[in-house]
């Protein structure tokens, strides 16, 4: 147990164990090595991939659970700026969904 694999056990309760940017539902896997399962829970850092929105998630979580589908998805494209809405149009991503949880997480 490292702290990532703590922290992962958190926002997996936090999400519902739901991606942040798709429906999926996760799977938590204790070794994350090699090619994971498109449904393997990864933390994603919301503020370091994307300068312009570096600042805005201060005193607010800046970690997220994302499926390895969409940390694949995201990690390939981050050397060109993405707007996060953008990604979350392409993956299905749902605001109402997150405000949802949200709620019930706070
Ligand atoms: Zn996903």
């Known amino acids: 147990m490292n702290k990532n694999h703590?922290?992962?056990?958190?926002?997996?309760?936090?999400?519902?164990?739901?991606?942040?940017?798709c429906p999926r539902r996760m799977r938590l896997l204790s070794g994350l090595r090699g090619r994971l399962p498109d449904d393997a829970a990864t933390l994603y850092h919301l503020d370091t991939r994307y300068d312009e929105?570096?600042?805005?998630?201060?005193?607010?979580?800046?970690?997220?659970?994302?499926?390895?589908?969409?940390?694949r998805?995201?990690?390939?494209?981050?050397?060109?700026?993405?707007?996060?809405?953008?990604?979350?149009?392409?993956?299905?991503f749902d605001p109402g969904r997150r405000a949802a949880w949200e709620a019930r997480a706070s």
């Open 73 to 92: 998805e995201v990690s390939a494209e981050r050397q060109d700026i993405i707007p996060i809405e953008e990604l979350h149009r392409r993956s299905g």
């Open 53 to 71: 929105d570096r600042g805005q998630y201060v005193g607010q979580r800046r970690t997220v659970l994302a499926c390895a589908a969409c940390a």
């Open 6 to 21: 703590y922290k992962r056990c958190n926002r997996f309760r936090q999400q519902r164990g739901v991606c942040y940017f």
